[in-house]
T-cell receptor, first 111, second 114 residues
Framework: AQSVTQLDSQVPVFEEAPVELRCNYSSSVSVYLFWYVQYPNQGLQLLLKYLSGSTLVESINGFEAEFNKSQTSFHLRKPSVHISDTAEYFC?????????FGAGTRLFVKA | NAGVTQTPKFRILKIGQSMTLQCTQDMNHNYMYWYRQDPGMGLKLIYYSVGAGITDKGEVPNGYNVSRSTTEDFPLRLELAAPSQTSVYFCASNLDRSNTGELFFGEGSRLTVL
């Protein structure tokens, strides 16, 4: 069985400041790791994913996440956030047919 | 390009009523899923399907039923609505057999049971 823990339910941060959203997972099998973003009143959209190879993966809008197998973590980072990054972010793990999501972290960027 | 389409977007039910949430996708994806989203709880998998005629339970299947008669459609049925089923429901689909690919989500259906 797999599980995902997002350690922060809400993260307030000022515009242009760095941010880290934390995610830990557990699984008895090899998994694939994802971050999804949800803007208000919308469905989830894929932000980035780790399948294999380089442990650092990047999105087109400046986010990056690093897979750490020894710590079973997949934290999401951005060096400088914008107001438009305000959204809820979900870490997810898949293995087999199912994708399991964490509880979500609400990122609130303040001017 | 419609992607994943869910109807209705909003619905209010009385306790004990039944209804069906519709989901259709036009991407020829074999894998389809129903999730419910509750505040602070993330998304919980209700049911999933790996192809027409094949469905299986997820984490929270009680009180729901599904069918998959075609590749495109994956309706979710609530037989006896209860207040605990007040939630936002998301349908999603995935092409990739190994589930390494992106899940495509509909815009959600907000259900309130009073």
């Amino acid at each position: 069985a797999q599980s995902v823990t997002q350690l922060d339910s809400q993260v307030p941060v000022f515009e242009e400041a760095p941010v880290e959203l934390r995610c830990n997972y557990s699984s008895s099998v090899s998994v694939y790791l994802f971050w999804y973003v949800q803007y208000p009143n919308q469905g989830l959209q894929l932000l980035l994913k780790y399948l294999s190879g380089s442990t650092l993966v990047e999105s087109i809008n400046g986010f990056e996440a690093e897979f750490n197998k020894s710590q079973t973590s997949f934290h999401l980072r951005k060096p400088s956030v914008h107001i438009s990054d305000t959204a809820e972010y979900f870490c997810a793990v898949s293995g087999g047919f199912k994708t399991i999501f964490g509880a979500g972290t609400r990122l609130f960027v303040k001017a | 390009n419609a992607g994943v389409t869910q109807t209705p977007k909003f619905r209010i039910l009385k306790i004990g009523q039944s209804m069906t949430l519709q989901c259709t996708q036009d991407m020829n994806h074999n894998y389809m899923y129903w999730y419910r989203q509750d505040p602070g709880m993330g998304l919980k998998l209700i049911y999933y399907s790996v192809g027409a005629g094949i469905t299986d339970k997820g984490e929270v299947p009680n009180g729901y039923n599904v069918s998959r008669s075609t590749t495109e459609d994956f309706p979710l049925r609530l037989e006896l609505a209860a207040p605990s089923q007040t939630s936002v429901y998301f349908c999603a689909s995935n092409l990739d057999r190994s589930n390494t690919g992106e899940l495509f989500f509909g815009e959600g259906s907000r259900l309130t049971v009073l």
